[in-house]
């Protein structure tokens, strides 16, 4: 029986309710739980040996994470009827994070078509700096935002969207580091595919949050 489950689940509804009332402080807690979660599942995946089994662990994990968005993307289009004004302009921080997003897209996908060449961790590179641009610059809108979660529910519902997006973001960066450090063929084909997998999956829901949150 795999222990991964259960602590993951301990420490990412603490973490979370930290996200979306935006305490920073609690940053370095769960960039200790998050590199913890990481070791955790690479030592069960090699141990346990059923890859089948977690290729279809992380397909349900991709279903339950669009069911969780999908309830607070609608959540922010049904409370939004009194034409409040958005935690940021959408063509300001927000755009420019559309940027780093799609750009890292392009060279996560440029690292899986070339992970066995020996300058693949160019593209790799790449992609961890401009997913860490994206999370100082949302870090940075957060602390210009003069708007409450408190405020309305439509307020308080963009907030845990986008806090729970950026805690997707924060958890992708650290699992390219982990796979730039360790190297790919270290790690195996397996491991790096589930870490561009979910990447790729970081950068299509933030095109939703951005045009539910921000432009409508």
Do not use: R
């Not at 935006?22 to 346990?48: G, H, Q, R, T, V």
């Not at 034409?83 to 302009?89: A, C």
């Not at 100082?136 to 963009?158: C, K, P």
Request: aromatic share 22%; net charge negative; proline share 1%.
């Amino acid at each position: 029986m795999s222990v991964f489950p259960i602590f993951n689940a301990f420490y990412a509804g603490f973490f979370l309710f930290g996200l979306f009332t935006w305490k920073i402080s609690l940053l370095l807690f769960a960039l200790f739980c998050m590199l913890l979660s990481i070791i955790l599942y690479l030592y069960d995946s090699e141990n346990i040996g059923c890859k089948l089994c977690y290729v279809s662990g992380f397909w349900l994990f991709i279903l339950s994470e669009v069911i969780v968005f999908g309830s607070l993307l609608f959540c922010c289009l049904y409370f939004d009827y009194n034409y409040y004004i958005n935690l940021s302009s959408a063509l300001e921080l927000p755009f420019l994070g559309c940027f780093f997003l799609l750009g890292s897209s392009l060279t996560v996908t440029s690292y899986h078509h070339l992970i066995n060449w020996e300058l693949s961790w160019v593209p790799l590179l790449l992609t961890i700096i401009l997913g860490s641009m994206f999370i100082f610059l949302q870090m940075f809108e957060m602390e210009e935002i003069m708007i409450n979660i408190y405020d309305t529910t439509f307020h308080a519902s963009s907030f845990c969207t986008v806090g729970l997006h950026f805690s997707h973001v924060l958890l992708g960066v650290i699992a390219l580091i982990t796979v730039l450090t360790v190297s790919g063929k270290l790690l195996g084909y397996y491991h790096c595919s589930i870490v561009v997998w979910y990447w790729h999956f970081v950068d299509y829901v933030w095109l939703f949050v951005y045009t539910f949150v921000y432009i409508c």
